[in-house]
């Protein structure tokens, strides 16, 4: 909301206030001001000027040739300056925009020749200098302005606007106007509101203005009928007023009626009365499907949850929100139904919602409006209009109908409590004036008083004892209370197992395993559901999605990582990701309607296709299930066996005959660790110079966390030498890497140390369906040095294993390396 | 043999062993002196053809030649020795301006990095680590926080409703933990909730729909306003390693009372500067006392119990303490952002 300094000093002494002041004190003590700026800053370069001779343009018939005196702001001689406006002549005062001033919309005047004549300047219309909408001629100034004086000074328009957050007044309804800004200024700074009449002028006698209301969603209206009216502009000072707050003045109705709005907070209606059903006016709920035309020239469809303004049955304005087109004042509109009203704030919240208009007038209704408001503002807008034009008249007295009642209040305070709850020391009597000051009523006892809550700050705001006290609080100033140290006992935090994990995890990923840490949204698009085959799962959506189509909250992790594969593997030939983040399952949803969360571990490890390094085994893969494993370590679980995932249960973005998957001890899964589905990558772009080997993996903390627990414990360092050896075997394809490694160790009866997979090896000379396998083997006993007996006896029992598996042991160790 | 003839074998060797560039040449020398078949071994074989007088002193000359040679050998060893060390010290051919090698690093994620760092500091004042669900009830999010349906203050969160009805929402603020902590913890108690929120925003350089925030709570007996101020100072002192000024000034939250804007000075200027627009004061965080309404839905009582809440903008802090201009980069996953927080 604008609020313009000169408007503010129509209700409180600003003397010895500059506008920084004033935003300074409402930034502390009331509200967040967004900024102050400097009204029409476009018009300091434009002069006023006086129009000493016009004649004709010799080569252009509708063109004049006028000399200017802009007096001091001049060199001393006459500006030259061609006009095509109708309307100017000799001995007008003129706004005079000279060669080198920048004009609304940034343009830079410069000199020009028009039709062969030099002109020095330019004089200028309303609408040139974004002042209205008038292009018609000229904007001529009063005679009295000064020669040579920027016209905003002469004119009185220079001026400060201060913008106000709209949310920080959420909860003040009386600070939407000009008036509860400058309440809170004279408390501020112990001056007084300059009074206003709020009495409406004599009617004639008869019956009220008919009024009928027949709905809940109405508690007052007041219609007051009003003759004698010459519409026209309203005066400059006000047109002035509503320009510095982004008005733009239409004519004097409008501008009168907004004036008040933005004056007193309280929005108003001027129809014209003979467009309206001698019957006078009924509120009530619209019937189905029932349509009228706004103001803004829109048709509007309505329902039973709107509530609308008739006469004679016919729809005249949606209540609260906007008028219609059809009862609009005119030019030559001479009778007038003022309307001011209470209308029930979220009855007016939903329509404006619900048909997309948010106007000045639903703000305000909103945010739960004084019902004693709406008498002072009819008041305040007849008086005015009669201070403008004295000889309109009233023709019956106003009709006031509705059930509402003041919501003035009592609430108890104590002043003790005040103390301990700011935790400043503020005495007994401070408490008392700053309370007054904003208009509350004090009466004092001894420990509990009784504060009575005057009508415009009882309608939402103020109703408890803490709402009191910020009011003392903030008036008080917030920077006088002195800052104090939490004392408590001196205990630690208890431990937190989640958080303690994703650290452990986050620190071996992030450091020894070379990964980055990505943050992405929580938000799947329905291109990426599709592309990687999920769109079929259950998915929680949101209903107002920011961009169309990513609506559905993530129930995994990892898809999110794999949408930024082709990106990344774009930046970089070899790249490690890894998110820790929630999932939402809505098909297991608990009783109050929250669905299961899960707390996952997704990784991702991309690089060229080309880019294998010499080293066994090399694969992505490998390196995946190593790294899995060694998380699972780290955070102290034993590592459940890996088993090779069936290719008609593989998750889609698997590969369906590359990928493993560890249990956890309830069968819940824990790990699965596989490379990307090949048609997937190629979907994603991942081929051509993006051809990419890629190994996913996806943790669940969920299971991590209630996994057998392995701590570290250290082995001691052997006493005597291990023993070096190489076992290769000989085997048919379909038996394991891993049963092959249990039947070495089973051999070394409690000696196999260290077993390294260094080769794997398949070629003519071991047959079709056979591969060969050789392992480092390292051999440790506790009590002695292993001799070359125990070495033969070792290679015997692991040639016997062999054969129990259908292998053999090949004695050429060294094997050949394919 | 005569004395002189040894004498000039002896001269020879040794002039061969000074002249000796590396240790091979003096092994060889060293062979073809003393070695089978070598010069020594060949007077040696000759003693017994001597006549017995001669013999002795033959013998005697075979030694010290050969001794000669030796102590030659090991002089100018320890010659070569020493010039190997000189020339690598001399270090030539090493050129200390050439660029190292990139080191392969991983790195943490900049909101893991300030959450930490945010994290230890509350922990150490007592403070404990809560979390919450991100898919919440409207209960918790808005209801319980005094925001009741048809309350203008929703205007103020721009929600994303899920599913349904009007019952899930995705968090629009860490706050619905306030009531979970409430409901769950005997007070007294403090703690923290770091996590992530979400706005229907429309998303540019400053603005994303996802953000990160930190939620505070502390519920306690005679917890006032003053401890707010102290706890923040205290915070703001250990984050930028010196005191900063801060201010409270009104701010309307329905679910304090009363309700602040906590400013601080800006730590990056003294006159004003782009991060600060220009004010000298840095937006940093909501706060103020939790409401009575807000205590009794946790089954707190208001009137034996106080409380101070505080939301502070992990995202900001994110991109005030490294200087990212754009949020979207936040949460984008690229590893052009990424790596550069090894
Ligand atoms: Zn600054």
């Keep these: ?818 | 043999m005569k004395a002189e003839d040894l004498d000039r074998l002896q001269a020879e060797a040794c002039d061969a062993v000074r002249a000796g560039a590396t240790k091979d040449e003096l092994r060889r020398i060293e062979r073809e002196h003393l070695g089978k078949g070598g010069v020594v071994a060949d007077i040696l074989a000759s003693i017994p053809s001597l006549e017995p007088a001669e013999r002795r002193a033959v013998g005697q000359g075979a030694n010290r030649l050969k001794q000669a040679i030796l102590a030659a050998i090991e002089a100018r060893e320890n010659e070569l020795d020493a010039e190997a060390l000189a020339a690598e010290r001399k270090a030539e051919g090493f050129d200390a301006s050439l660029p190292p090698p990139a080191l392969e690093r991983g790195a943490l994620h900049p909101v893991t990095r300030v959450t930490r760092e945010l994290e230890d500091i509350f922990t150490s004042m007592g403070y404990r680590v809560l979390d919450g669900p991100e898919v919440e009830l409207d209960y918790y999010n808005f209801e319980a926080l005094n925001i009741p349906k048809d309350h203008p203050a929703r205007e103020m969160y721009d929600t994303f409703w899920c599913g349904e009805g009007e019952n899930l929402l995705l968090r629009t603020h860490t706050s619905p933990v306030q009531i979970r902590a409430l409901q769950k913890l005997e007070p007294p108690f403090r703690a923290i909730v770091p996590g992530r929120c979400f706005r229907n925003e429309t998303v540019d350089a400053s603005h994303e729909h996802t953000f990160h925030q930190m939620e505070g709570l502390v519920v306690g007996e005679d917890i006032t306003v003053g401890h707010l101020i102290g706890t923040m100072k205290t915070f703001l002192r250990e984050l930028f390693q010196r005191d900063l000024e801060v201010r409270l000034r009104p701010g309307y939250f329905p679910f304090v009372e009363p309700g602040f804007e906590l400013d601080a000075r800006c730590p990056f200027c003294e006159q004003g500067c782009s991060v600060c627009k220009r004010t000298t004061w840095i937006e940093l965080c909501p706060c103020g006392m939790v409401h009575p309404a807000v205590l009794r839905h946790g089954g707190v009582d208001p009137e034996r119990y106080t409380g101070f809440a505080f939301g502070l903008g992990l995202s900001r802090l994110v991109m005030l303490r490294y200087r990212i201009d754009d949020i979207r980069q936040i949460m984008a996953g690229d590893v052009r952002f990424l790596e550069q927080f090894a």
């Excluded at chain 1, 019902?371 to 008086?383: F, G, M, R, S, Y």
């Excluded at chain 1, 949204?521 to 949101?542: G, I, Y």
Aim: hydrophobic content about 40%; overall charge negative; charged content about 30%.
């Design chain 1, 1 to 818: 909301m604008n609020i313009s300094f000169r408007w503010l000093a129509r209700h409180v002494d600003l003397d010895g206030l500059t506008p920084a002041d004033v935003a300074n004190d409402l930034t502390i003590h009331t509200a967040e001001v967004e900024g102050v700026e400097p009204f029409a800053p476009h018009l300091a370069d434009v002069v006023v000027g006086h129009v000493v001779e016009r004649e004709r343009h010799p080569d252009a018939d509708k063109l004049n040739l006028c000399r200017v005196d802009i007096g001091p702001a001049g060199s001393g001689e006459l500006l030259q300056i061609v006009c095509g406006a109708p309307n100017v002549d000799r001995g007008q005062r003129v706004a005079v925009a000279r060669i080198g001033t920048r004009l609304p919309g940034g343009i830079k005047l410069k000199k020009s020749k028009i039709r062969g004549v030099e002109s020095q300047g330019m004089i200028c219309s309303l609408r040139e200098l974004e002042l209205g909408d008038d292009h018609s001629g000229i904007w001529v100034l009063p005679d009295d302005v000064t020669l040579g004086v920027d016209v905003s000074t002469a004119c009185g328009l220079d001026d400060h606007v201060i913008e106000i957050d709209n949310k920080s007044l959420t909860h003040r309804p009386d600070l939407w106007g000009h008036r509860g800004i400058a309440g809170e200024i004279a408390a501020l700074r112990g001056r007084k509101l300059r009074p206003l009449d709020f009495g409406l002028p004599k009617t004639k006698g008869g019956d009220p203005y008919p009024v009928r209301i027949e709905t809940e969603g109405c508690s007052r209206y007041i219609g007051l009928a009003i003759d004698g009216l010459k519409n026209g502009a309203a005066p400059a000072w006000m047109r002035h007023l509503l320009l510095a707050v982004g008005q733009r003045p239409i004519d004097l109705c409008v501008d009168l009626s907004n004036f008040v709005m933005l004056d007193l907070g309280q929005p108003n209606h001027l129809f014209d009365r003979r467009r309206l059903s001698p019957e006078g006016i009924v509120v009530r709920d619209a019937h189905e499907g029932e349509t009228m035309a706004t103001l803004d020239e829109v048709e509007r469809r309505l329902g039973p949850e709107d509530m609308l303004i008739t006469s004679g049955g016919e729809a005249v304005a949606i209540a609260g929100v906007m008028g219609g087109e059809a009862s609009k004042v005119t030019a030559d509109t001479t009778e007038l139904l003022l309307e001011v009203a209470s209308f029930h704030p979220t009855t007016v919240r939903r329509t404006s919602a619900r048909i997309g208009l948010r106007t000045d007038a639903s703000a305000r209704f909103e945010k739960s409006l004084d019902p004693t408001l709406p008498a002072k503002a009819a008041a305040h807008l007849v008086n005015l209009l009669r201070e403008i034009q004295p000889d309109v008249s009233f023709p019956r007295p106003p009709g006031d109908v509705g059930s509402w009642k003041d919501p003035a209040c009592k609430v108890t305070l104590r002043p003790e409590r005040v103390r301990a709850i700011l935790g400043a020391d503020i005495p007994d009597d401070d408490v008392a004036t700053k309370l007054e000051s904003l208009g509350f009523g004090v009466k004092r006892a001894k420990a509990s008083w009784t504060v009575s809550v005057p009508s415009a700050r009882a309608t939402k705001d103020v109703g408890i004892e803490e709402d009191l006290i910020e009011e003392v609080g903030r008036l008080y100033g917030y920077g006088e209370i002195d800052e104090r140290v939490l004392q408590a006992d001196i205990v630690p935090p208890p431990r937190d197992d989640r958080r303690a994990l994703v650290r452990t995890l986050q620190d071996r990923l992030s450091g020894a395993a070379l990964y980055h840490e990505a943050m992405t949204h929580t938000f799947h698009s329905d291109e990426l559901l599709a592309a990687l085959k999920l769109a079929d799962e259950p998915h929680l959506e949101v209903r107002n999605p920011v961009i169309e189509g990513y609506r559905s909250i993530r129930r995994s992790v990892l898809p999110s990582l794999v949408s930024l594969l082709a990106h990344n593997r774009r930046q970089r030939a070899e790249f490690r990701l890894y998110e820790i983040g929630k999932g939402y399952r809505p098909e297991t949803a608990n009783e109050a309607g929250e669905p299961r969360e899960v707390h996952e571990l997704a990784l991702v490890h991309g690089r060229a296709a080309d880019e294998r390094k010499g080293t066994f085994p090399d694969g992505l893969f490998h390196h995946m299930q190593a790294l899995v494993a060694d998380l699972v370590a780290c955070a102290d679980r034993a590592m459940p066996a890996w088993e090779r995932g069936g290719s008609d249960e593989a998750p889609s973005v698997f590969h369906p005959g590359k990928w493993i998957v560890a249990k956890g001890r309830d069968g819940e899964v824990l790990a699965r660790v596989g490379e990307l589905e090949p048609g997937l990558a190629r979907d994603l772009g991942l081929e051509g110079e993006l051809a990419s080997e890629v190994a996913l993996a996806e943790v669940s903390l969920d299971a991590l966390l209630v996994a057998e627990a392995q701590p570290l414990v250290y082995r001691p360092i052997a006493r005597f030498p291990a023993v070096k050896v190489d076992v290769a075997v000989a085997i048919a394809e379909n038996v394991s890497a891993g049963d092959v490694a249990a039947a070495i160790e089973g051999a070394g009866k409690g000696l196999v140390d260290r077993l390294d997979l260094f080769d794997l090896y398949r070629g003519e000379n071991l047959g079709a369906g056979r591969k060969s396998l050789a392992y480092h083997v390292s051999l440790q006993a506790a009590d002695k040095t292993l001799g070359e007996k125990e070495i033969q006896k070792f290679l015997g029992r692991v040639e016997r294993a062999f054969e129990r598996l259908g292998g053999e042991l090949r004695r050429d160790t060294a094997p050949p390396t394919g």
